[in-house]
């Protein structure tokens, strides 16, 4: 299984970016697909999930600006980020977890994808 995050890129503070994990190798319905970012000099932290069945989202709190979508039939995984600030600055990576349970915990996952860069200017 291969994950490919991208659309990352600099924004200006109260902007947006859309990023999209691409899943090969095995279809994403069936797993649980997270999204963690780590800034730097900071430990990996979870952003949001899309549960295994794609109907429940679980999300960190953002006060609301992220959202977490997926679409099965292109395999592939959206976080929808809204009103970035400064503080989003960070690698957002997209993971992949078979189990159904911690998914905050980045221990659940089984894949990862190499990690898209989003800075936001203040």
């Known amino acids: 299984v291969q994950l490919q995050a991208s659309g990352g890129g600099l924004v200006q503070a109260g902007g947006s970016l859309r990023l999209s994990c691409a899943v090969s190798g095995r279809t994403v319905s069936g797993y649980a697909m997270g999204w963690f970012r780590q800034a730097p000099g900071k430990e990996r932290e979870f952003v949001a999930v899309s549960s295994w069945n794609g109907v429940g989202t679980d999300v960190d709190s953002v006060n609301g600006r992220f959202t977490v979508s997926r679409d099965n039939a292109q395999n592939t995984v959206y976080l929808q980020m809204n009103r970035l600030q400064p503080d989003d600055t960070a690698v957002y990576y997209c993971?992949?977890?078979?189990?159904?349970?911690?998914?905050?915990?980045?221990?659940?996952?089984?894949?990862w994808g190499q990690g898209t860069l989003v800075t936001v200017s203040s």
């Open positions: 993971a992949a977890a078979g189990l159904r349970s911690n998914l905050r915990d980045t221990r659940t996952y089984d894949y």
